[in-house]
DNA sequence: ACCTGAACACCGTTCAAGT
DNA sequence: ACCTGAACACCGTTCAAGT
């Protein structure tokens, strides 16, 4: 159980002021376009809106995929506290129920997450080590749920990381109130339990 | 409940021979992209595989989301008609069960299917009148369903819409197998219910 | 009718030149 | 160290010219 709270997020250590203070306003800029519901992150019109130049973007983020991993940095290192959380819950039930509230609510508050845990491949060092945190933790509610009757056979850690991608899919959906994220919490954690009606 | 077997899906009515050669011509190649794991179907591209020039792929196709719904088409007057079958089921449990299989079945199918069911807006009339029937017909299995206890209170034709796009995300997320289908279906299904454990 | 492809605007990415 | 922006390749879309 590694702790993850004094990873020292969004980390630039060794930085030039200019050079620390366009980073900011590029993330800044990146996640107004995210929260505004476009996830297509153009590095030209990033590197406009923050007045630096195109190469200045490919300088701290030598790839979109590494712009989105920092910016998912800080709910990222969120979730993984409360699946740590979670894993000390006295109750089974309720560990997992937490786990998946809270990373369901970062998931469909914060776009970045999202497509960071969709991304097969991985750009920074930083995300490597919050992925690990996370499985270890999520392996540990998992199994003390399934020993509790709360989860069919066949589900694994990535069966709920899937699915609550899935269901947050269906949140950001055009159309869609923030009250539905706790009935489809309630869908999921049901559905995910030793078989009722169907097989 | 307006027959849909009889649309001439695909219609290409009045078209000179070059022209409806052309037109099938496209639609194979940007079968062959999205089934290749690629949505964007970028005009050009398609233009060039097909042997023609771009201005003609605009000709038949005035938005990409019209070239969607050409492809999609197809599936979805299966589908359509398979939800006309669940609502025709006697037993409004096989029914909604039958309803839920077929859909998720075509989603995943056909990636053509899930954009156009996801996208808010309509480019061919045949897809609003495809819509319409669709939404017909599962609004006879859904209150059905919901008499028989078989669904919570605040389920209604668009969140199944909804959640089953969310689960087909899920199994279409990297490294899923096809064997996922039928479990998140199930998850899917027992989730449905009237609550069990949440709220 | 239908098709072509040049033309223009835009975005991704690199890299030589600047401070 | 860090930044700039020109340069090149690519894609979206339109439209004048062809058959």
Redo the contacts with the bound molecule.
Sequence with gaps: MTAVSDLSVNASP???S??A???ERLLEVAQAHLLAGDP??????I?REA??????????F???QALLEALAAKPFALVVQAAQAAAAEPSPAEGLRRLLAAALEALTTDPSLALVLESPEVACLETTQMLSGLGEAVGTVVSRARAAGLLRDQMGPDDLRKLLLGVRHALVLPGGSPALRDTYLCVLLDGLRQPGLCK
């Design positions: 060794d930085l030039r200019d050079g203070r366009n980073r297509t992150l153009p590095m030209h019109v590197a007045g630096v130049g195109v190469g200045t973007v490919y300088r701290h030598p790839t979109r």
